[in-house]
């Protein structure tokens, strides 16, 4: 049965129409046209991006303004397993119900995140049929505003102040629902993840797990040739073995700190979903020799969007993620520095928000930090790694929608070391 899921979609006042540089007027039930729309339909198109996962337009509306269609109709993407496909469509809800309930609450303080002008979920899903003959005719679509008409843009590492700005902005986010049970009761419907990010066991593969040991032996003898003082350490080769060890015990510790310092986690926190402001003229730029006392932060230069894997989640989660997947790396020897900068500023914001102390300690966010790291690790070295060489890096040098661990090779490597200590420490203390 079809199920045309209201999110409380916010189509376009009729007194302010829309027109399109093709002289279109765009008014109403937005996300129903572009849905009924073949995607080799003419428009008025700035860009197409097409993925495993929806095709993105980019639409000028004025000279000034535009907007963002996200638009996933599953029986015109590639093929993937009915799970992944089950997957797919709660990850629409979940952004859904993102930009509908949560975007408002974080734009009230003061956080930028698109304004949606349309939602909309058709889920023919069937929960006693798990064939996809009913699911594939599923459709998910949205219509928000475009940051970068605005002035924000993409960057390829995010600096030292990027870092902490961005550290600002998700520190907000996270105190504002530190300890908020509810987030519990929304992912038991369905409108969030239990627990946020796409890399948690439950949602990869079996064969990831299975597969991890061969799959980094492999990638050892690729990159011995450039990276041989990295690669012949024990520890780095023994990576994919330890990891796979305590896979299943981090999975576990991972929901148990989960509901201990329960959060709204972004759940795919990396710099190709941020969007950034230039710095004004003549503002302080943080150092890596920059005190922690004198940083100064401005949460308006930073724009957050992708809301499809957020969820319940502890707050390290989003820090870990940014920390070891979206900076340049001169700023990566400061990752201590900056976690504690950011814990500091939870802290501060949790206390004025609640008149009363954060019951989260430095050492356990820390401990919270290395676990969702191991946790990640596990399906960078198993999956996404996988096909990665030095000349992928080279040919991807450039490419603001993939990570830096997939087109830097001292990030690669600063990720590997950094694992390992990880893996060290966490198998230590779960046994």
């Given at each position: 049965?079809?199920?045309?899921s209201?999110?409380?979609?916010?189509?376009?006042?009729?007194?302010?129409?829309?027109?399109?540089?093709?002289?279109?007027?765009?008014?109403?039930?937005?996300?129903?046209?572009?849905?009924?729309?073949?995607?080799?339909?003419?428009?008025?198109?700035?860009?197409?991006?097409?993925?495993?996962?929806?095709?993105?337009?980019?639409?000028?509306?004025?000279?000034?303004?535009?907007?963002?269609?996200?638009?996933?109709?599953?029986?015109?993407?590639?093929?993937?397993?009915?799970?992944?496909?089950?997957?797919?469509?709660?990850s629409?809800?979940?952004?859904?119900?993102?930009?509908?309930?949560?975007?408002?609450?974080?734009?009230?303080?003061?956080?930028?995140?698109p304004?949606?002008?349309?939602?909309?979920?058709?889920?023919?899903?069937?929960?006693?049929?798990?064939?996809?003959?009913?699911?594939?005719?599923?459709?998910?679509?949205?219509?928000?505003?475009?940051?970068?008409?605005?002035?924000?843009?993409?960057?390829?590492?995010?600096?030292?102040?990027?870092?902490?700005?961005?550290?600002?902005w998700?520190?907000s986010?996270?105190?504002?629902?530190?300890?908020?049970?509810?987030?519990?009761?929304?992912?038991?419907?369905?409108?969030?993840?239990?627990?946020?990010?796409?890399?948690?066991?439950?949602?990869?593969?079996?064969?990831?797990?299975?597969?991890?040991?061969?799959?980094?032996?492999?990638?050892?003898?690729?990159?011995?040739?450039?990276?041989?003082?990295?690669?012949?350490?024990?520890?780095?080769?023994?990576?994919?073995?330890?990891?796979?060890?305590?896979?299943?015990?981090?999975?576990?510790?991972?929901?148990?700190?989960?509901?201990?310092?329960?959060?709204?986690?972004?759940?795919?926190?990396?710099?190709?979903?941020?969007?950034?402001?230039?710095?004004?003229?003549?503002?302080?730029?943080?150092?890596?020799?920059?005190?922690?006392?004198?940083?100064?932060?401005?949460?308006?230069?930073?724009?957050?969007?992708?809301?499809?894997?957020?969820?319940?989640?502890?707050?390290?989660?989003?820090?870990?993620?940014?920390?070891?997947?979206?900076?340049?790396?001169?700023?990566?020897?400061?990752?201590?520095?900056?976690?504690?900068?950011?814990?500091?500023?939870?802290?501060?914001?949790?206390?004025?928000?609640?008149?009363?102390?954060?019951?989260?300690?430095?050492?356990?966010?820390?401990?919270?930090?290395?676990?969702?790291?191991?946790?990640?690790?596990?399906l960078?070295?198993g999956?996404?790694?996988?096909?990665?060489?030095?000349?992928?890096?080279?040919?991807?040098?450039?490419?603001?929608?993939?990570?830096?661990?997939?087109?830097?090779?001292?990030?690669?490597?600063?990720l590997?070391?950094?694992?390992v200590?990880?893996?060290?420490?966490?198998?230590?203390?779960?046994?």
């Amino acid at each position: 049965m079809t199920q045309h899921s209201d999110y409380g979609s916010a189509p376009f006042d009729p007194k302010e129409e829309v027109q399109l540089a093709d002289g279109r007027i765009l008014t109403g039930n937005l996300c129903a046209e572009w849905l009924g729309t073949p995607v080799d339909a003419e428009r008025t198109i700035l860009m197409k991006l097409k993925s495993r996962y929806s095709i993105v337009f980019q639409i000028q509306v004025g000279p000034n303004n535009g907007l963002v269609v996200k638009r996933c109709v599953l029986k015109e993407l590639p093929a993937r397993s009915v799970e992944k496909w089950h997957h797919g469509v709660h990850s629409y809800h979940v952004e859904a119900t993102f930009l509908h309930e949560f975007c408002p609450i974080l734009r009230n303080l003061g956080l930028v995140v698109p304004q949606a002008l349309d939602v909309c979920v058709e889920d023919t899903s069937n929960p006693d049929n798990s064939s996809d003959e009913c699911l594939l005719d599923s459709k998910f679509g949205t219509v928000t505003v475009d940051l970068t008409c605005s002035g924000f843009k993409q960057k390829l590492f995010l600096s030292l102040q990027d870092t902490y700005n961005t550290l600002a902005w998700v520190a907000s986010m996270h105190a504002q629902f530190y300890g908020d049970k509810t987030l519990l009761e929304t992912a038991a419907k369905g409108k969030l993840w239990s627990l946020a990010g796409f890399w948690d066991l439950q949602k990869r593969d079996a064969c990831d797990l299975d597969n991890i040991e061969a799959v980094w032996q492999d990638r050892c003898s690729v990159f011995s040739s450039v990276a041989s003082e990295t690669f012949s350490q024990e520890g780095v080769r023994c990576l994919a073995t330890n990891l796979k060890k305590v896979a299943r015990r981090a999975h576990e510790e991972m929901k148990r700190i989960t509901k201990e310092h329960l959060t709204l986690a972004h759940g795919d926190f990396k710099c190709s979903n941020l969007f950034f402001k230039e710095t004004p003229e003549g503002q302080q730029q943080a150092t890596n020799e920059t005190d922690l006392s004198d940083v100064k932060v401005d949460t308006s230069l930073v724009g957050v969007l992708d809301f499809q894997w957020s969820g319940c989640g502890t707050p390290a989660m989003d820090v870990m993620y940014l920390i070891c997947c979206s900076m340049t790396p001169e700023a990566l020897p400061c990752e201590e520095k900056l976690a504690h900068w950011y814990y500091n500023c939870l802290c501060e914001k949790f206390e004025a928000k609640n008149k009363t102390k954060l019951d989260l300690t430095w050492d356990d966010f820390w401990w919270d930090y290395n676990v969702c790291l191991v946790d990640y690790v596990r399906l960078v070295v198993g999956y996404i790694w996988k096909s990665i060489t030095p000349e992928t890096i080279k040919a991807n040098a450039a490419k603001v929608g993939i990570t830096p661990i997939g087109r830097s090779l001292p990030n690669v490597l600063w990720l590997i070391n950094r694992a390992v200590r990880a893996v060290e420490l966490v198998e230590k203390k779960l046994g």
